[in-house]
């Protein structure tokens, strides 16, 4: 991939969690972190609401199939180790009730939020 598509595809990214944001806070959700990046993975969004606290992974697609397939068990993992760096650093969430969404963007498409899309 050339450096123009790789930026390309960084920039779809960024404005992909940008509404994914946007989307998550329009629905009750405050954010607690963006873009985190951990030694052990990244997690790109941390959100609250209420009691729950959801660890989010935002994908852009050309449908959302697309989307949710592209989300790998080894990312899923990667998330998971990174969720446990976050939480140990973050004792305000310790009462929580913890949660793995997905939020798949596709264009032409409203978001969709997969609350609890996989358990550790």
């Known amino acids: 991939m050339s450096s123009t598509a790789r930026h390309a595809a960084w920039l779809r990214g960024r404005r992909a969690e940008a509404?994914?944001?946007?989307?998550?806070?329009?629905?009750g959700y405050r954010i607690l972190a963006q873009d985190l990046r951990t030694p052990v993975g990244e997690i790109d969004?941390?959100?609250r609401r209420g009691r729950v606290v959801a660890f989010?992974?935002?994908?852009?697609?050309?449908?959302?199939?697309q989307a949710l397939?592209?989300?790998?068990?080894?990312?899923?993992?990667?998330i998971e180790r990174a969720a446990e760096f976050f939480l140990a650093r973050n004792p305000g969430c310790a009462d929580a009730l913890l949660r793995f969404?997905?939020?798949l963007l596709a264009p032409g498409r409203l978001p969709r939020h997969l609350p609890d899309l996989w358990r550790p």
Request: proline residues 0%.
């Open 69 to 78: 397939a592209s989300i790998s068990d080894r990312q899923r993992r990667r």
């Open 45 to 47: 969004l941390v959100v």
């Open 101 to 103: 969404d997905g939020l």
């Open 19 to 27: 509404l994914a944001r946007l989307w998550l806070r329009m629905k």
């Open 56 to 65: 989010v992974e935002v994908k852009y697609r050309g449908a959302h199939e």
